[in-house]
């Protein structure tokens, strides 16, 4: 398997711009999460999804931030209008194993907003 | 609420030493606790899951601890190599009802000097 794949690797925009993420969890894994990473807070859990449906969105910053899971080889996050301050490398994971959740990271999005 | 506490600062040492890492938490018991490596640029890779009533767990040259009375799990990496260079950060499971949920602390970086 070619493993959790995400797309594009680098976003630049403008503030003020919509920023669509997307991901391709690794075939099978019914459990997807997306990740925003920043030096300041570290690794933060967005939202993640079972079998497609959001399970816990509490981490989602705020209204500007949406995630969709239509199928189980694809999800989306996407951010309108972007601000500056959403500049962070955003990581998608996913994982088949709930008891041990050992999760599977992708490559990463680094977004820059200008 | 959940906390994780990691060395912030990072940790130098010369290649053929073992290198120790810390992971406190608080306000919490959690039946497992994982660690990752990151390297620049890249996903965290998930290395070991230590469970609550396992004392130690050993994979080639990585033993880790889980002391549930001081709340702290210690990462060793003995024979240290510079490709052991990379910051490790520790993850627990979220709350009891919500354990698709990952923490994870800060990292702390390793640098192996040869």
């Known amino acids: 398997d070619a493993g959790v794949i995400q797309s594009p690797r680098h976003e630049v925009t403008e503030m003020g711009q919509e920023v669509t993420l997307r991901c391709k969890p690794i075939?099978?894994?019914?459990?997807l999460f997306w990740y925003r990473q920043t030096m300041m807070r570290g690794l933060e859990l967005l939202i993640y999804?079972?079998?497609?449906?959001?399970?816990?969105d509490s981490g989602m910053p705020e209204d500007r931030f949406s995630a969709k899971m239509p199928n189980a080889s694809f999800s989306t996050l996407k951010i309108q209008p972007s601000e500056p301050r959403d500049s962070a490398v955003y990581f998608c994971?996913?994982?088949?194993?709930?008891?041990?959740?050992?999760?599977?990271f992708g490559a990463g999005t680094r977004l820059s907003v200008l | 609420s959940q906390k994780i506490e990691q060395n912030s600062e990072a940790l130098n040492i010369q290649e053929g030493k073992t290198a120790t890492l810390t992971c406190n938490y608080t306000?919490?018991?959690?039946?497992?606790l994982q660690w990752y490596r990151q390297d620049p640029g890249r996903g965290p890779v998930f290395l070991l899951l230590?469970?609550?009533?396992?004392k130690e767990k050993r994979k080639e040259r990585l033993k880790v601890t889980f002391d549930t009375t001081l709340k702290q799990s210690l990462f060793h990496i003995t024979a240290s190599q510079p490709a052991d260079s990379a910051t490790y950060l520790c993850?627990?499971?979220?709350?009891?009802?919500?354990?698709?949920?990952?923490?994870f602390g800060q990292g702390t970086t390793l640098q192996v000097k040869p």
């Open positions: 994971a996913s994982t088949w194993d709930r008891a041990k959740n050992i999760q599977y």
């Open positions: 075939s099978g894994h019914d459990y």
């Open positions: 999804f079972n079998n497609n449906v959001p399970i816990d």
């Open positions: 306000n919490y018991s959690p039946a497992y």
């Open positions: 230590i469970r609550e009533n396992e």
């Open positions: 993850a627990l499971p979220g709350r009891s009802g919500n354990t698709g949920k990952l923490i």
